[in-house]
């Protein structure tokens, strides 16, 4: 089959059956892709990555994680998580939450802790704001995931508020892919946070008290 990814689409392997332990839980049996994830370990990781676990792993259980301290838990559904709750909408297989850049209205972002790089804009997204042709300096870097590094158009966001916190500076890629959403948002601005997913129950919660 085709897999999508950040930096295209490749193909991929079936295998059925699969059993996956993962913080206490069992999950599967499960289909899983198989393809070489080489690449990817070596420009991301810069070394082996054997495994991806995304939504099984979300999908199963309620989750706390903390990024800035390498901590992730599963947690107890009775107990209110602190922070701003934010509705979760599914869009392209991906789960999404409000963020809004450089005071436009929200926008639905990806929830993505599979991008440990910049934030990422849909190219129609980011014509429709004006991010191109607003005079602010661009530049062209390589960036990708699963499908390869591909060369991608780089510039600064002056301001982009995640549950009710602005960051400014923020830096960010242009996402001409098929799979783009209007924003991904990863690893460097969700480190900012204690986060906690609830994706059987649609919800997320955001607390700046991560840092």
Do not use: C
Not at 52 to 65: H, K, M, P, Q
């Amino acid at each position: 089959m085709e897999a999508r990814g950040s930096g295209g689409d490749t193909q991929a392997d079936m295998a059925g059956g699969v059993k996956i332990e993962a913080l206490g839980l069992q999950l599967g049996p499960l289909t899983v892709a198989v393809l070489d994830l080489s690449d990817v370990g070596r420009r991301l990781l810069h070394g082996p990555l054997d495994l991806v676990l995304g939504r099984e792993l979300f999908d199963a259980t309620r989750l706390s994680i903390n990024i800035a301290k390498g901590r992730m838990w599963t947690t107890p559904t009775n107990i209110g998580p602190d922070g701003v709750l934010l509705e979760l909408k599914t869009e392209k297989g991906i789960e999404t939450f409000a963020a809004s850049v450089e005071g436009h209205g929200d926008v639905q972002a990806a929830f993505d802790l599979g991008n440990g790089g910049a934030v990422l804009v849909g190219a129609d997204y980011a014509k429709e704001i004006g991010l191109l042709s607003d005079g602010r300096p661009i530049s062209v870097a390589s960036g990708g995931g699963i499908g390869g590094a591909k060369p991608r158009q780089t510039l600064r966001l002056r301001s982009l508020r995640v549950a009710g916190r602005l960051l400014e500076n923020v830096p960010a890629a242009i996402d001409a892919t098929g799979s783009a959403t209007k924003l991904n948002i990863g690893v460097p601005v969700l480190r900012h946070f204690e986060i906690v997913t609830d994706f059987a129950a649609r919800k997320l919660w955001l607390n700046s008290r991560a840092t």
